[in-house]
């Protein structure tokens, strides 16, 4: 199964990359695709498949294009 990841802000650094196609070994959920990527599960996020927000347990399909950011205020 493939999908494209891409991370935002310091979780680039975290992950190791900022945008890439990930074969993955087996289907997951938003959350388990986070953990994949090396995103630490205490790190509150907001992630978006396909450009609509999911929640941690929502499936993974594939060719979705998943982006994975921290969450951040400001005005």
């Known amino acids: 199964m493939k ?3 891409k991370l935002i802000g310091p979780l ?3 992950g190791g990359f900022s945008e890439k196609t990930l074969t ?11 953990a994949f990527v090396k995103i ?3 790190r509150p996020t907001i992630i978006t498949r396909n450009g609509k927000a999911v929640t941690s347990k929502d499936k993974i399909a594939d060719g979705d ?3 994975i950011s921290h969450i951040y205020s400001g005005g």
């Open 3 to 5: 999908v494209t990841v």
């Open 65 to 67: 294009r998943v982006v």
């Open 40 to 42: 630490d599960k205490k």
């Open 24 to 34: 993955l070994p087996r289907a997951m959920t938003a959350a388990e695709l986070s």
């Open 12 to 14: 680039i650094y975290e």
